[in-house]
């Protein structure tokens, strides 16, 4: 759940000054991948970018202010900056807070202070009490609908609504690039002799033909993505949490191919939510065959590394109605659910696949081939 005492919740807030148009934005942590998303979905939300940008001196833009008050931007600001093409401005370090926003104001341009009028204003308004939602997801659309309908709302001062003296600020806001900026934090490292890769505070898995490997990692606000050259080798759901070991099983079922010893005990399978007949099919396949019967189990679940689980699973449940309890039999079966033809298995053999029936050529049939007559 999002919100309460044990978890603190971030936000990106964005104002358009001529016409109190608002959009706010949830995310778990405060960090550069989530401020250069937090532009990117308001850029979307307004429609446009505006030609200059007031902030305060957050970290994740000004990497240093230097003694003629000069800032030094952060990397990742700078291309959001150079994809974008809008200007920014700051304001000075210790001014007090703003005018609320909706009071009017005659010379309609904002003070520096105003950035935190806009912060406390989002809060006020969006976040008190703090909203409770079954995910970031949930939470943020229901805080731009809450955007979207306060732009019929008629501030003090005014007598248009706010949606329609935002048409007039949308005039004035540069067009969006052909291409939205890839807000994420990008990341050259080496994969470990255990194909994991440090993702911040994080370990997260890649398949084991990368261990020692050089990829790219770029974490997003959602999830990581891990690639070697141009290839995308693993996507993880991202993790908030500190010194974690983000796992996907399949990257290791190559290795546990060859080594099924450990297959009981491997940590990166600990924990995998399978549907209850794979573990019947386990247990059945190991007391049949004993450590062969393990290799089979293992090469079931490397299934999944090319079909899809409803294919995988609905084959497993088909072989434990018929007994057919091995790899060949649900690998056919996974086949013919796919092909949409009935499956052909004789459960008096294993693997229970109909035996192949090989005759000797005659002499004849290649005649037939030379002549283009058939015999």
């Known amino acids: 759940m999002i919100g309460g005492a044990r978890r603190k919740l971030h936000y990106f807030a964005m104002a358009l000054p001529q016409s109190d148009a608002f959009f706010v934005k949830a995310y778990p942590a405060e960090t550069t991948e989530a401020f250069c998303d937090g532009h990117v979905a308001a850029f979307a939300f307004f429609g446009g970018a505006p030609a200059s940008i ?60 105003d950035v935190e009028g806009v912060i406390g204003f989002g809060r006020r308004n969006f976040l008190a009490p703090m909203p409770r939602f079954e995910s970031f997801e949930a939470l943020n659309a229901w805080l731009e609908e809450r955007c979207l309908k306060r732009q019929g709302a008629v501030l003090r001062g005014h007598t248009e609504k706010i949606g ?46 990368y261990a020692h490997h050089e990829v790219q990692v770029r974490g997003y606000v959602g999830e990581v993505v891990i690639g070697a050259g141009a290839e995308v080798i693993a996507r993880h759901r991202r993790s908030y949490e500190k010194a974690n070991m983000v796992f996907d099983p399949l990257h290791f079922l190559p290795l546990l191919e060859q080594k099924v010893g450990a297959l009981d005990q491997a940590a990166p399978l600990q924990g995998w939510d399978l549907p209850g007949e794979f573990a019947t099919l386990h247990r059945l396949l190991e007391a049949r065959m004993g450590k ?84």
């Open 164 to 209: 329609e003296r935002l048409m007039r600020d949308l005039d004035a806001l540069m067009p969006l690039p052909a291409a939205p900026y890839d807000a994420c934090e990008k990341v050259s490292t080496r994969a470990t002799s255990i194909s994991m890769v440090r993702c911040r505070s994080n370990d997260c898995s890649v398949p084991v033909a």
């Open 54 to 113: 007031l902030y305060d001196n957050t970290a994740l833009a000004v990497a240093k202010i230097l003694g003629d008050g000069t800032r030094k931007r952060t990397r990742v600001f700078s291309e959001l900056q150079s994809h974008c093409l809008f200007e920014d401005r700051f304001g000075r370090p210790g001014e007090g807070n703003g005018e609320p926003l909706e009071r009017h104001r005659s010379e309609r341009q904002w003070r520096a202070g």
């Open 292 to 375: 062969r019967g393990k290799r089979e189990y293992v090469q079931v679940l490397r299934l999944l590394e090319t079909f899809e689980m409803d294919h995988v699973h609905g084959a497993v449940r088909h072989a434990l109605d018929l007994g057919a309890i091995g790899y060949d039999a649900i690998k056919h079966l996974v086949l013919c659910r796919i092909e949409r033809r009935p499956p052909r298995l004789d459960l008096d053999i294993y693997p229970y696949l109909p035996r192949a029936r090989v005759e000797t050529t005659k002499p004849a049939s290649y005649m037939s081939l030379v002549t283009g007559t058939a015999r």
